[in-house]
């Protein structure tokens, strides 16, 4: 402003045209954090838990250094996504907290942005429908008798996973009137899927979510095109991706 003060031939005082709380809002220091020159990734792994009309919804971080906050969008009722104002600051708990009555049908995804204020592609959707209330845990108390201890659960046979599920098929992109439709038939043994995304078909492929079933929405525009890959996971490990399908609107 100093220099447009030289250019000019009349003005006010500096002071004029800051705002009256700007000593008590103003920056007084330098963001150490340096723009990489590109879009953040999205962020990963987002889930959802509900309680009452509340949802809450958490997520991994990117890894860029130079990411300073996320944003949640909602849908309700399978209308467009909305920015719901709220903001988790890099190195604050990675989580939000909406309304989400019972009985309806509540979308969420998660953006994250840098420095520059650019932000990053849609998160891959949870969805509020379908969500089971928590489960209390039951608690097996060793029985005791006379000479001996026996503990609930100890004969029965050991069902630990030893190997990594396979591979998923069937994997098939449709367009949604609000995002994408990634679809694959089940793995045995699988506890969980991964979904891959590459605007190009080349390596790397950005994780874009997480889930239990054999169905995610990913929350972008219908008209976005791109690769994407199905992987299983369980406690022994995670399979090769399935082969990349392409979707082109």
């Not at 609930?152 to 190997?163: A, I, M, V, Y």
């Not at 605007?199 to 239990?212: F, H, L, M, N, R």
């Amino acid at each position: 402003m100093q220099n447009a003060f030289s250019r000019m031939s009349r003005h006010e005082s500096l002071a004029y045209y800051l705002p009256e709380d700007a000593d008590a809002d103003m920056p007084t220091q330098i963001d150490p954090r340096t723009d990489n020159g590109k879009a953040p990734d999205a962020p990963g792994n987002v889930r959802i838990s509900t309680s009452g009309d509340r949802a809450v919804i958490t997520f991994n971080a990117t890894p860029e250094n130079d990411v300073v906050g996320y944003r949640l969008y909602r849908s309700v009722n399978g209308g467009g996504f909305q920015n719901q104002g709220q903001v988790v600051l890099t190195g604050e708990s990675r989580s939000f907290s909406a309304y989400a009555a019972q009985g309806g049908n509540f979308a969420f995804y998660v953006t994250a942005v840098d420095v520059a204020g650019r932000e990053s592609a849609p998160s891959a959707t949870v969805n509020s429908a379908g969500v089971a209330p928590p489960v209390e845990e039951e608690i097996n108390e060793p029985i005791e008798v006379p000479g001996t201890v026996i503990t609930p659960g100890e004969t029965q046979t050991d069902n630990t996973t030893t190997t990594a599920p396979g591979t998923p098929g069937q994997v098939s992109v449709s367009a949604l009137s609000q995002g994408l439709r990634i679809q694959w038939a089940s793995s045995p043994n699988a506890d969980s899927y991964a979904v891959y995304y590459s605007e190009t078909g080349s390596a790397p492929y950005t994780k874009i979510g997480t889930t239990s079933g054999t169905t995610m929405d990913y929350g972008v525009p219908s008209s976005t095109s791109g690769w994407f890959k199905v992987s299983a996971s369980n406690s022994a490990g995670e399979s090769e991706p399935s082969a990349a399908v392409h979707f082109q609107p």
